[in-house]
């Protein structure tokens, strides 16, 4: 199998009662993909506070980017904005940062994750096999045929509902908008020496602390100072973390600084969640360039992580109860 960079849905509609006549639709051979190492597993990026991230402004974090350049470039981190490819404007959500709005980023996951085509992306994933595309015959005991794309805002297909409801879409937008960010636990000793420590290893040349939003007519998101730990731009991290799959402008091992609010209410860590160890998370960011991919922007922070292990445990376990309290 070629690697293509695109999502593979593990379920199919053959067979199913409200798609009659389509017997035919092949799950893909994930074993074969599997055993030729073409299988890229990610866990998906938590969605509170991303009503915050929505609004922050672009010369915001254009200024953050610019902003500790000598000490950026001697720890080797430099980063981008990843940029819609429509208009020009930085993009914010997902793994690479690949998406500018919570309408398209809820889109994009609709019909990639869910295979529900909707108004963002109106186009069914297969087109190949005719039997298999709407409109379907008319359901037993209801009125309507079924449209394209599959969620649409007033289908009719719901009667009891209002004229004008809005499609899934937009209410899973809506919904996103307005999920708050966590509430670190209250400030400790420890946890206060630790953000000490994160800022002095330079943890938050990449994890910028806050960003404020501007006035907005909804007063839950207006002049809110986010403290969501990224600049919100792409890194290289290196052949061992990349995924080989590149999105806009971030290649194949750039990702997205991930916010590290909800950190430590976190089970699984990093894109693809390989481990539940929130240390063996960080030490995962070195990575080393093979000719491929350059060393990972994040090398020298994790060796000053190291290193104040050897000439302060104390301070690096600060460090981690840090983390393990936002």
Request: hydrophobic content about 30%; aromatic content about 8%; some cysteine.
């Amino acid at each position: 199998m070629t690697p293509d960079g695109g999502v593979h849905q593990m379920f199919t509609i053959s067979n199913r009662t409200d798609a009659p006549g389509c017997t035919t639709v092949v799950q893909p051979d994930f074993t074969s993909a599997q055993q030729s190492n073409n299988i890229i597993f990610r866990q998906t990026t938590p969605t509170f506070g991303t009503g915050l991230i929505e609004l922050i402004q672009e010369n915001d974090i254009i200024a953050n980017k610019n902003s500790n350049l000598a000490r950026k470039t001697g720890l080797g981190i430099s980063g981008h904005p990843n940029y819609s490819d429509d208009d020009g404007t930085i993009t914010r959500f997902g793994w690479k940062a690949q998406n500018k709005s919570l309408l398209y980023f809820a889109g994009e996951a609709y019909t990639v994750e869910e295979g529900v085509s909707d108004e963002a992306f109106p186009s069914e994933n297969d087109e190949s096999i005719p039997s298999c595309l709407p409109p379907f015959p008319v359901p037993p005991g209801t009125n309507k045929t079924k449209g394209v794309p599959d969620d649409r805002s007033d289908t009719g297909e719901a009667p009891k509902l209002p004229v004008n409801f809005p499609g899934d879409l937009e209410r899973f937008s809506l919904f996103m908008r307005f999920l708050a960010p966590p509430t670190p636990v209250a400030p400790t000793k420890s946890t206060s020496d630790g953000l000490v420590q994160f800022n002095n290893v330079g943890c938050n040349m990449c994890h910028t602390q806050s960003f404020t939003t501007p006035k907005s007519t909804i007063a839950a998101l207006s002049n809110v100072t986010a403290n969501l730990y990224s600049d919100l731009l792409v890194h290289d991290m290196g052949p061992d973390n990349a995924d080989n799959v590149p999105q806009g402008n971030a290649t194949g091992d750039q990702f997205r600084t991930a916010p590290l609010w909800g950190v430590g209410q976190r089970y699984f860590f990093l894109h693809d969640g390989r481990t539940q160890d929130i240390v063996q998370a960080i030490e995962l960011h070195r990575s080393f360039g093979n000719g491929i991919y350059p060393d990972s922007e994040a090398n020298k922070v994790i060796d000053n992580f190291d290193s104040l292990g050897v000439s302060n445990p104390q301070g690096q376990q600060d460090l981690i109860n840090f983390l393990r309290s936002l």
